[in-house]
């Protein structure tokens, strides 16, 4: 298992989506001062030794095996193979809730197991700028194929994006919109393995029982980026549901919560907290020990990202991104080697990259015809700026048009 921290900047996509007031908060929306649609930011990751991981796809690896069958694990036998005996605990006692609900989706069918809240309840603590988060609601989920094939193992880690067996769970809240409260806002976790051909993942963030009258649910997808077309949020009545247009994974199960625990007083003051949390300049979220098996992931909604919103959001991160072209690249920047990667542009015409270099990470989309003209090759006048170590570090995506049609994406480092 590899251990990772969390620092973040940031690739602001798609600059339509620049026109108009944005909410702000972590890696989906920020506040701007255009005029115009949501806009959505990729995440920037930096992974450190004894830090849980950063959120970032999986390198699906390993050999495909047929089974006749599969048999599921229970919650509890989940969380002991991942070494929680204090959670496996829990999930045998008489507040956890056995759901075992299955829905479908392509390939797949994916099975909420089991679900259970309190304090203390996990040998493993998420610990966010120092503050135990010690009170949490957790559920796992197994994600297996409908054909009987095995799912790939996850234990090898990179930030190339794939649609195919990558699969992120998060929490929502009704009355809530989940392009607002999702995983990363309430200070989220999860573990992930796969065992006997199945995928297994152990999701964890602040206890939501406070909001069990109101109603609590669990999205599964196949992408980390969550904006209004993914579900439908009614504003009347509070209501999540699928977006059954939507192309793509956009599971939605209800989550069981003891319903006598509600408290709306509870709930209103927990969301004023996670706005407050979301205003902090800077987010340490580790994992106190580790798991015996399976990928540790954190997930945080802060305020860093202001301190590099001067330069990167907005008409100003636009106007900082046109001081750049091919020529000012390839004098005033070096190359890294590692990320430099040939990209085919989907049939929309969205260019998807990422990188990984050292202990760095990130990864983008952007449109074709927002980089090039027509028939142009070689390095685009466009660029996109990324910053690190509090805007110190700057970091500039380009991308090169290949006779063939791909698209040659490379990340400079500013000398």
Same mark, same amino acid.
């Given at each position: 298992?590899?251990?990772?921290?969390?620092?973040?900047?940031?690739?602001?996509?798609?600059?339509?989506?620049? /026109?108009?007031?944005?909410?702000?908060?972590?890696?989906?929306?920020?506040?701007g001062k255009g005029e115009g649609?949501?806009? *959505?930011? $990729?995440?920037?990751?930096?992974?450190?030794?004894?830090?849980? =991981?950063?959120? *970032?796809?999986?390198?699906?690896?390993?050999?495909?095996?047929?089974?006749?069958?599969?048999?599921?694990?229970?919650?509890?036998?989940?969380?002991?193979?991942?070494?929680?005996?204090?959670?496996? @605990?829990?999930?045998?006692?008489?507040?956890? !809730? =056995?759901?075992?609900?299955?829905?479908?989706?392509?390939?797949?069918?994916?099975?909420?197991?089991?679900?259970?809240?309190?304090?203390?309840?996990?040998?493993?603590?998420?610990?966010?700028? #120092?503050?135990?988060?010690?009170?949490?609601?957790?559920?796992?989920?197994? !994600?297996?194929?409908?054909?009987?094939?095995?799912?790939?193992?996850?234990?090898?880690?990179?930030?190339?994006m794939t649609e195919k067996d990558?699969?992120?769970?998060?929490?929502?809240?009704?009355?809530?919109?989940?392009?607002? !409260?999702?995983?990363?806002?309430? @200070? %989220?976790?999860?573990?992930?393995?796969?065992?006997?051909?199945?995928?297994?993942?152990?999701?964890?963030?602040?206890?939501?029982?406070?909001? =069990?009258?109101? %109603?609590?649910?669990? #999205?599964?997808?196949?992408?980390?980026?969550?904006?209004?077309?993914?579900?439908?949020?009614?504003?009347?009545?509070?209501?999540?549901?699928? @977006?059954?247009?939507?192309?793509?994974? /956009?599971?939605?199960?209800?989550?069981?919560?003891?319903?006598?625990?509600?408290?709306? =007083?509870?709930?209103?003051?927990?969301?004023?907290?996670?706005?407050?949390?979301?205003? @902090?300049?800077?987010?340490?979220?580790?994992?106190? %020990?580790?798991?015996?098996?399976?990928?540790?992931?954190?997930?945080?909604?802060?305020?860093?990202?202001? $301190?590099?919103?001067?330069?990167?959001?907005?008409?100003?991160?636009?106007?900082?991104?046109?001081?750049?072209?091919?020529?000012?690249?390839?004098?005033?920047?070096? $190359? *890294?080697?590692? +990320?430099?990667?040939?990209?085919?542009?989907?049939?929309?015409?969205?260019?998807?990259?990422?990188?990984?270099?050292? /202990?760095?990470?990130?990864? #983008?989309?952007?449109?074709?015809?927002?980089?090039?003209?027509?028939?142009?090759? %070689?390095?685009?006048? +466009?660029?996109?700026?990324?910053?690190?170590?509090?805007?110190?570090?700057?970091?500039?995506?380009?991308f090169s048009r290949n006779e063939? #049609? +791909?698209?040659?994406?490379?990340?400079?480092?500013?000398?």
């Amino acid at each position: 298992m590899k251990d990772r921290d969390i620092f973040k900047a940031m690739d602001v996509i798609k600059e339509e989506y620049l /026109n108009e007031e944005l909410d702000s908060w972590q890696n989906q929306k920020i506040k701007g001062k255009g005029e115009g649609k949501n806009m *959505i930011k $990729i995440p920037f990751f930096k992974t450190v030794p004894v830090a849980a =991981a950063a959120m *970032i796809g999986i390198l699906v690896a390993g050999s495909l095996t047929t089974y006749a069958a599969w048999k599921f694990l229970s919650a509890e036998q989940v969380v002991e193979i991942a070494g929680d005996t204090k959670l496996a @605990n829990a999930f045998k006692g008489e507040d956890a !809730i =056995a759901v075992n609900e299955s829905q479908s989706f392509g390939d797949y069918k994916v099975t909420l197991l089991g679900a259970t809240s309190g304090k203390n309840l996990s040998d493993y603590m998420l610990k966010c700028n #120092g503050e135990l988060k010690d009170n949490r609601t957790y559920a796992v989920v197994s !994600i297996s194929k409908k054909d009987g094939t095995a799912m790939p193992e996850t234990d090898t880690f990179s930030s190339e994006m794939t649609e195919k067996d990558e699969f992120f769970v998060t929490p929502f809240i009704k009355g809530e919109n989940p392009v607002d !409260i999702n995983v990363f806002k309430i @200070n %989220g976790s999860s573990t992930v393995f796969t065992e006997g051909g199945v995928e297994y993942q152990i999701v964890s963030c602040d206890n939501l029982e406070a909001f =069990a009258k109101r %109603g609590v649910y669990l #999205g599964v997808l196949m992408t980390r980026l969550i904006d209004d077309t993914v579900y439908h949020f009614d504003k009347e009545t509070g209501e999540i549901t699928r @977006n059954e247009d939507y192309d793509g994974m /956009n599971l939605l199960f209800n989550l069981p919560l003891d319903e006598s625990k509600g408290n709306e =007083a509870a709930a209103e003051k927990q969301l004023a907290k996670w706005d407050k949390d979301a205003q @902090n300049d800077f987010a340490a979220m580790v994992v106190q %020990g580790g798991h015996k098996k399976g990928i540790e992931y954190t997930y945080s909604s802060t305020r860093e990202e202001m $301190i590099i919103e001067k330069t990167t959001d907005g008409k100003e991160k636009r106007e900082e991104e046109k001081k750049w072209n091919a020529k000012r690249v390839k004098k005033e920047a070096v $190359i *890294i080697k590692e +990320t430099v990667q040939k990209v085919k542009p989907d049939k929309d015409g969205t260019i998807e990259y990422s990188w990984e270099f050292g /202990n760095m990470g990130g990864s #983008g989309f952007i449109e074709e015809n927002e980089v090039f003209k027509d028939g142009q090759l %070689g390095m685009s006048d +466009t660029v996109k700026l990324s910053y690190e170590d509090e805007g110190k570090q700057l970091y500039i995506t380009t991308f090169s048009r290949n006779e063939d #049609g +791909t698209v040659t994406v490379a990340l400079y480092r500013k000398k």
